[in-house]
């Protein structure tokens, strides 16, 4: 069986990574494709470092099982009553569009955002607690994440200090580089790393602020030319925001857009002068772009959803994910390693 080979480039989203959960779990039953590098961002990065823990232990089937361990755990689920629980959400709950306004309408939900508008999380958390690390934890347990082999991560974050990107590879991805990654600074106190290019302790923020996903480590930390993107934020929304809550999601998306639609940009440019000859032969390379996305079903979410793990609506995410990525195997599964899928011109230029 011939085999096909992609690089992954997972964005951040909060709890809508579980999106990319459903994509990745679909993306691992094709037995002749394989991943050579993950580029990863907040969410983004905590799959990453599921699917590579899950990869290094057990293969194809150990990803999947980590994948859904993560965010089953994050959603308070038992594994053992997923299956059956997971059903009967499917059955009963409201449309997705329902569960994100009954979430932003919830007073949880509205009294934690006007805290978080008046206190930073060094006044509310002084003891700097965070969550998501004892399940970062377990993931490290499970297999090397840090580890050379395939697939190779590649974790942004932004310096605080000098507000560019630092992305972590080898042994570098570390629990506190995958926290660093996820690090929303009205949520959680900076993540602290030493650099060894400084020499010094440097705090960092979500790497969303620079790179969701960052491309360029792909260009340069592995071979293979063709990149699959996983979408978590939509670049397109139909309807414009009038509520305070629909115009801070819609700047959040776009700000968490813009790096991406920069390199893309970049990306377009290189082909197109290769194409024309302008470059010569060899002086840069080609890269085909390659995208999975469901823009009708995010745009129905709004920002509190991202910071709520619903059970129903993660399992909602990860049927639509899973939907996705089948869609684009049935249309573009044979243009990997051809050509790209995605015309980037038509889909992220500046008209």
């Given at each position: 069986?011939?085999?096909?080979?992609?690089?992954?480039?997972?964005?951040?989203?909060?709890?809508?990574?579980?999106?990319?959960?459903?994509?990745?779990?679909?993306?691992?039953?094709?037995?002749?494709?394989?991943?050579?590098?993950?580029?990863?961002?907040?969410?983004?990065?905590?799959?990453?470092?599921?699917?590579?823990?899950?990869?290094?232990?057990?293969?194809?089937?150990?990803?999947?099982?980590?994948?859904?361990?993560?965010?089953?755990?994050?959603?308070?689920?038992?594994?053992?009553?997923?299956?059956?629980?997971?059903?009967?959400?499917?059955?009963?709950?409201?449309?997705?569009?329902?569960?994100?306004?009954?979430?932003?309408?919830?007073?949880?939900?509205?009294?934690?955002?006007?805290?978080?508008?008046?206190?930073?999380?060094?006044?509310?958390?002084?003891?700097?607690?965070?969550?998501?690390?004892?399940?970062?934890?377990?993931?490290?347990?499970?297999?090397?994440?840090?580890?050379?082999?395939?697939?190779?991560?590649?974790?942004?974050?932004?310096?605080?200090?000098?507000?560019?990107?630092?992305?972590?590879?080898?042994?570098?991805?570390?629990?506190?580089?995958?926290?660093?990654?996820?690090?929303?600074?009205?949520?959680?106190?900076?993540?602290?790393?030493?650099?060894?290019?400084?020499?010094?302790?440097?705090?960092?923020?979500?790497?969303?602020?620079?790179?969701?996903?960052?491309?360029?480590?792909?260009?340069?930390?592995?071979?293979?030319?063709?990149?699959?993107?996983?979408?978590?934020?939509?670049?397109?929304?139909?309807?414009?925001?009038?509520?305070?809550?629909e115009i801070l999601?819609?700047?959040?998306?776009?700000?968490?857009?813009?790096?991406?639609?920069?390199?893309?940009?970049?990306?377009?440019?290189?082909?197109?002068?290769?194409?024309?000859?302008?470059?010569?032969?060899?002086?840069?390379?080609?890269?085909?772009?390659?995208?999975?996305?469901?823009?009708?079903?995010?745009?129905?979410?709004?920002?509190?959803?991202?910071m709520t793990p619903?059970?129903?609506?993660?399992?909602?995410?990860?049927?639509?994910?899973?939907?996705?990525?089948?869609?684009?195997?049935?249309?573009?599964?044979?243009?990997?390693?051809?050509?790209?899928?995605?015309?980037?011109?038509?889909?992220?230029?500046?008209?």
């Amino acid at each position: 069986m011939a085999k096909k080979r992609i690089n992954l480039a997972l964005q951040g989203g909060g709890a809508h990574g579980a999106f990319t959960w459903g994509a990745l779990d679909r993306l691992l039953d094709e037995e002749d494709i394989e991943v050579e590098a993950i580029s990863a961002t907040s969410a983004g990065a905590m799959n990453a470092a599921a699917f590579k823990a899950g990869w290094a232990s057990g293969g194809r089937e150990g990803a999947r099982k980590a994948l859904a361990g993560f965010w089953l755990r994050l959603a308070g689920v038992d594994g053992h009553v997923a299956e059956v629980l997971g059903d009967w959400l499917r059955a009963v709950a409201p449309s997705p569009a329902s569960l994100s306004r009954m979430l932003e309408l919830s007073p949880t939900v509205l009294g934690t955002e006007g805290l978080t508008r008046m206190f930073s999380p060094y006044q509310l958390n002084p003891l700097g607690f965070h969550p998501l690390r004892s399940m970062v934890d377990d993931l490290m347990e499970q297999g090397d994440v840090g580890c050379k082999d395939e697939p190779k991560l590649m974790i942004a974050a932004t310096n605080v200090r000098t507000g560019k990107v630092r992305v972590f590879t080898g042994d570098e991805v570390t629990t506190d580089a995958i926290l660093a990654s996820a690090c929303l600074p009205t949520i959680f106190q900076a993540i602290e790393i030493d650099d060894p290019k400084t020499g010094r302790r440097e705090a960092y923020w979500d790497g969303g602020y620079m790179g969701n996903p960052a491309l360029f480590p792909l260009f340069y930390q592995s071979e293979c030319r063709d990149i699959l993107i996983v979408h978590i934020n939509p670049i397109e929304r139909n309807d414009l925001p009038f509520t305070s809550t629909e115009i801070l999601n819609r700047i959040n998306e776009i700000s968490f857009n813009a790096s991406l639609l920069r390199e893309l940009r970049a990306v377009d440019l290189v082909n197109r002068l290769i194409d024309e000859g302008i470059l010569p032969q060899g002086r840069m390379t080609r890269n085909r772009i390659h995208s999975v996305a469901d823009d009708d079903f995010m745009s129905q979410l709004g920002i509190a959803s991202k910071m709520t793990p619903s059970k129903a609506l993660m399992v909602q995410l990860m049927d639509a994910g899973h939907a996705a990525m089948d869609r684009f195997l049935a249309a573009h599964k044979d243009d990997i390693g051809k050509q790209s899928s995605v015309d980037l011109q038509a889909v992220f230029g500046s008209a």
